[in-house]
């Protein structure tokens, strides 16, 4: 059995985890936080510069080919940095979405500008609040024409183009939903940024108007790519948390073991021992159920649907429990604008409901293991 | 990324595989399948039986030495044999804490002779050992033991109580701590033997749990005399040797460790509420996708550290939370089954729903956040040996033991 990393994929972690300390400390995150630049373009640059960006795109398509397990390290050291870049929407939803089903044209024309930094993509699927839902989707294409508006799109206001997610017919199947892919700088698009949890990440409200679009994939096949869509990025953004969810649990050790209070260390106290040792739990509980949609992403096994509902669901409560109490460690201080508690508890916050809500995603494992269970 | 064997491991599974298929007690795999089998101290007999067999085979205590009984294999091999040996692993149960524990203490610490004349029957089951550690006023404090043993000529002769022996009415032999010199700091006056059961002056007496099962005992000494030849470690050094038993005590990866998610599962899947299947309501599905992700996380945390052993390198910290999140669970899930079940949840046995599982293991999993480790020992544990955190404060620490107040049972 080898159920971890190779020594290569680990060595590429470790080259991350070094430019994105240099390049992308909390300094980075604030200035994107504090309304200074809508993301951090140098650091995009530098991303696509590394390779980071196209490292599971095909080298046909302009990328490195390496795959998705060397995407998974470093999506790990993504959401460790807090990265304030459009990564997850341009590479997990924009890019997978393409490689799963877009035509030659479309892979020629978006995936090597992705890889090169060129291109931001992302994923315009909700439609204000709630989870995904073909019946949620009432943004309607006819005749390769759109009209509705998608709300929140991340990074949508920031992206070159979009997969939308579009009603072609209303017979209530799933195959009344079709994917078009839409050039943000048409004839009747407009984007307008949207206030959120975590002022780092860009969220935006796009309207459209008669906006031609092509169709992405089949297209009774809508809803089908884009489950498989969102399965696949579960699983990445499973890793950013677990980044997430490390660095907060490491921010919380040391501050446990520098802070004197009562005369002491307060990682001396038991209260404060066992809920480090709880948040390790939940983090390594986290690392270990991702470890296993890697597998199952890099594979394409049948398993992903079912692994990739329990790295998110893992994840999730991992990120949203060690940020929460990396404050609880740090007490008052915690709560200061000044330190950076804060801006892993927004991070996790934000994802916790980015790709649809813990909830659904514990409807999806259940009902995902039923099947199996029955089949 | 693969869950392969290499060439070499799936070679040592097929071999091991054929001779278990080949030798097993398949008339016993019913019985040994069901979860909480009441039959276990009655199997003994067959227990020992298969464990001899397993031993004339070079399949007992794998990683030991030959010498010793074993098979001087490597981890990787013995997580391998656990797997195919299955459900028959639960036969080595009586054997565990023996094979487990006492077994590499002696190892560390006996004489040559010694090992020579204990461990090869330990490793076959013929000879049963217990672990004499916990007191009545020292279960998580180990250390503040009180059971005394004083020096007599080439003797010591051993007063006190001890308390939570697994297996003590079945046992042959066992490791013994005790206090010699109560002048001195508490972990500095402790020291280890090991002994025969059945020498004058041992009394078992089996403990009526909370669940009214019989599982662990009280054991009494009166005058026991125990050759200094059967010391181990030195006089005063048996706090440390204590660390290695107990070092080895949670130390088993690869054998799973029972959550009770697959058994709520299936009981979730086939319960009737009012508005149909409990696996179809929302609350009941958000429990339990939470459970099903713990459940999924510990086996792919095993997995992990089984990868370290395959490829030679000493597994990470991350095993180390298997029988903390475990033992809550199992508590956890058999009071939420029994809520599904509304009134009929308090009846037990025959007279209640699956046969009362559930309700057995609420009334048996309070043991399970406690034996072995409790809830907070392990959250210590996971803070100071794996996150670094410094140690609690011991207000006992540098004072003579017989200066240190205690209270308790």
């Known amino acids: ?375 | 990324m693969n869950f392969d064997d290499t060439p070499q491991e799936a070679e040592f599974r097929a071999i091991a595989r054929k001779w278990i298929d080949a030798n097993a007690p398949k008339e016993l795999e019913a019985e040994l399948t069901k979860r909480a089998s009441e039959k276990r101290d009655a199997m003994l007999d067959v227990a020992k039986a298969w464990q001899k067999k397993k031993a004339d085979a070079g399949w007992a205590c794998l990683h030991w030495p030959k010498e010793y009984g074993g098979r001087g294999s490597s981890p990787i091999e013995r997580v391998i044999w656990q797997q195919e040996e299955g459900v028959y692993d639960k036969l080595a149960r009586p054997f565990a804490i023996g094979q487990g524990m006492c077994g590499p203490t002696v190892m560390a610490y006996a004489s040559e002779d010694q090992k020579r004349k204990y461990l090869p029957p330990l490793a076959s089951g013929e000879k049963v050992w217990c672990q004499l550690f916990s007191e009545p006023a020292g279960g998580s404090d180990v250390a503040g033991l009180r059971t005394r043993a004083e020096k007599d000529g080439d003797d010591w002769i051993v007063n006190g109580q001890k308390i939570w022996t697994s297996g003590a009415h079945y046992s042959d032999y066992g490791i013994l701590i005790t206090r010699t010199d109560p002048n001195v700091p508490k972990h500095k006056g402790l020291t280890m033997f090991f002994l025969d059961m059945k020498s004058e002056g041992v009394e078992v007496k089996p403990i009526k749990q909370a669940n009214g099962m019989q599982e662990f005992n009280e054991v009494f000494f009166t005058n026991v005399r125990i050759p200094d030849a059967q010391r181990l470690g030195a006089v005063g050094d048996g706090w440390n040797v204590s660390l290695t038993t107990l070092m080895n005590e949670r130390m088993s990866i690869g054998s799973r460790v029972a959550t009770g998610f697959p058994e709520l599962f299936e009981f979730c899947s086939n319960l009737m509420l009012e508005d149909g299947l409990a696996i179809d309501d929302p609350n009941v599905r958000s429990k339990l996708a939470s459970w099903a992700v713990k459940n999924s996380g510990l086996k792919y945390t095993s997995y992990r550290s089984i990868s370290a052993l395959s490829k030679g390198e000493r597994p990470g910290p991350e095993n180390s939370i298997g029988k903390l999140v475990s033992g809550m669970m199992m508590q956890d899930i058999a009071m939420f089954a029994a809520d599904l079940q509304g009134a009929s949840g308090a009846l037990v046995g025959a007279d209640a729903e699956a046969a009362g599982e559930f309700q057995a293991t609420i009334l048996g999993s309070p043991s399970m956040r406690i034996a072995g480790g409790t809830d907070e020992i392990l959250h210590n544990i996971i803070a100071e040996r794996v996150l670094g955190l410094p140690g609690d404060i011991r207000v006992d620490k540098d004072v003579p033991f017989n200066k240190v107040p205690t209270k308790g049972r």
């Open chain 1, 1 to 375: 059995m080898n159920f971890d990393f190779s020594d290569d994929q680990k060595q590429l972690r470790d080259e991350a985890r070094r430019f994105l300390t240099e390049k992308c400390p909390p300094k980075a995150v604030r200035a994107v936080i504090d309304g200074k630049a809508p993301y951090d373009r140098e650091l995009w640059k530098g991303l696509a510069d590394m390779g980071f960006l196209g490292v599971a795109i095909p080298e046909a398509f302009g990328g490195s080919g390496a795959g998705h397990l060397e995407l998974c390290v470093i999506a790990e050291e993504m959401g460790r940095a807090l990265a304030p870049v459009p990564f997850s929407s341009t590479v997990y939803l924009a890019a997978e979405a393409l490689l799963l089903a877009g035509s030659d044209a479309q892979k020629q024309k978006w995936l090597p500008a992705i890889a090169q930094g060129n291109a931001i993509g992302t994923l315009a699927l909700f439609e204000g609040s709630g989870n995904p839902s073909p019946k949620a989707i009432k943004l309607a294409a006819a005749n390769g024409v759109l009209n509705g508006t998608k709300k929140p799109v991340a990074d949508g206001a920031i992206a070159d183009f979009a997969i939308v997610a579009a009603r072609t017919g209303s017979t209530g199947r799933d195959s009344d939903i079709a994917l078009f892919l839409v050039d943000l700088t048409s004839e009747g698009v407009e984007a307008k940024a949207l206030t959120s949890i975590d002022p780092s990440r860009n969220q935006a409200e796009i309207s459209f108007k008669n906006v031609k679009a092509e169709p992405l994939g089949a297209a009774n096949e809508g809803w089908s790519i884009l489950s498989q869509v969102l399965d696949r990025a579960a699983v990445l953004i499973g890793f950013e948390q677990v980044g997430g969810s490390d660095r907060a649990l490491e921010m919380g050790r040391d501050y446990a073991l520098d802070r004197i209070a009562f005369g002491r260390q307060i990682g001396s106290f038991q209260a404060v021992k066992h809920m480090l040792a709880d948040m390790y739990v939940s983090a390594t509980l986290a690392r270990s159920n991702c470890y296993y949609g890697a597998w199952a992403l890099s594979t394409n096994a049948s398993e992903l649907p079912e692994a990739a509902a329990a790295a998110r669901i893992s994840a999730t409560q991992a990120f949203q429990h060690c940020s929460k109490n990396n404050i609880q460690v740090h007490g008052g201080m915690g709560f200061t604008w000044e330190f950076d508690c804060h801006l892993y508890y927004r991070r996790s916050n934000a994802v916790a409901v980015g790709l649809g809500s813990l909830s659904y995603w514990e409807d999806q494992l259940i009902e995902r293991m039923r099947q199996k269970n029955a089949a």
